[in-house]
């Protein structure tokens, strides 16, 4: 099975290899995109399905070969989350400062806004990181230290491909999982609260 995902954007990609890998569920699948943050949110999602996965690299066309394999799937990923008693918060971040008005207040507020996330527990399950929130993840950020000990606690951290990719920064993130449209909409699905900043 071939998938052009050239040109398409996020996340007509992953969907695009959902639909080839639901019609032909044993069948190895090459899918071809143009950008970084497609390449790893396909080779993700194949992975998620269990698949074993290889990409390579063509004049800037990223080939990634998905085989039906025996690997075990990743339990962190939104395809395959136990059902449990206990809530599932999901935090959506989609700026790098709280309000309007003060751009140092709105970045000092955000601060200890990260700082202060670690209070809700084993409840926190899942930051979803979009637009301008992308920039809480980068190299240099202050927010790292936070962020990585949310991860360390079993926090998912996902970090949208395309944002990354608008402000250049996909090479530059530090922490957290490249994530596209689809993974974000099925998170809210799964999740028990979702809080939007």
Known sequence: MKVDARGLACPMPVIKTKQAIDEHPQEPVEVRVDNPASKENVSRFLQTRGWQVKVEEKEGIFIITGTPGEIETDTSSFQSQEK??????????PTDK????DDELGRALM???IATLKEMGDELWRLVLLNGGVKLAIEGS???EE???LA???VDIFVCGTCLNFFGLLEKKAIGVTT???DIVTS??????????
């Open 98 to 101: 709280i309000g309007h008005g």
């Open 142 to 144: 202050e927010h790292l």
């Open 111 to 113: 601060k200890n806004f």
């Open 84 to 93: 449990e008693e206990r809530q599932k918060i999901l935090v959506i971040i």
């Open 147 to 149: 962020l990585r000990y």
């Open 180 to 182: 596209n449209m689809l």
């Open 188 to 197: 809210m699905q799964l999740a028990t609260k979702v809080i939007c900043l």
């Open 152 to 154: 360390e606690h079993g």
